[in-house]
């Protein structure tokens, strides 16, 4: 059974940093790319960034491209998404998501109705 489990979520001060985790377990993590999303508040969801298996094909949204960092760490199976100069736009539930095939940008709407989420760790920013 795939399980995503994120955390590292918290309330921050516009221009601050958070890192998200996300564990993986139940398949093989190392061969898959994945994703992290987000949903804010009465919006819907929002692809934020990607990274294939082996981690050397990287994708951001325009909105956090040079703020934000995608990165795994394959032997531990987590997915990480560094957060720098938070925004209170930035404020949303943060899932990660296991994806079956690498995409970026719209492209992956179409694969994250399907695929698995975690159930989310919540960034609030806020002063």
């Known amino acids: 059974e795939v399980q995503l489990v994120e955390s590292g979520g918290g309330l921050v001060q516009p221009g601050g940093s958070l890192r998200l985790s996300c564990a993986a377990s139940?398949?093989?993590?190392?061969?898959?790319?994945m994703s992290w999303v987000r949903q804010a508040p009465g919006k819907g969801l929002e692809w934020v960034s990607s990274?294939?298996?082996?981690?050397?094909?990287?994708s951001y949204t325009d909105s956090v491209k040079g703020r934000f960092t995608i990165s795994r760490d394959n032997a531990e199976n987590t997915l990480y998404l560094q957060i720098n100069t938070l925004k209170p736009e930035d404020t949303a539930v943060y899932y990660c998501?296991?994806?079956?095939?690498?995409?970026?940008?719209?492209?992956?709407?179409?694969?994250?109705?399907?695929?698995?989420r975690g159930q989310g760790t919540q960034v609030t920013v806020s002063s």
């Open positions: 998501a296991k994806l079956p095939t690498y995409c970026s940008g719209y492209g992956c709407y179409d694969l994250l109705t399907s695929a698995s």
């Open positions: 990274i294939n298996s082996g981690g050397g094909r990287l």
């Open positions: 139940g398949f093989a993590f190392n061969s898959y790319s």
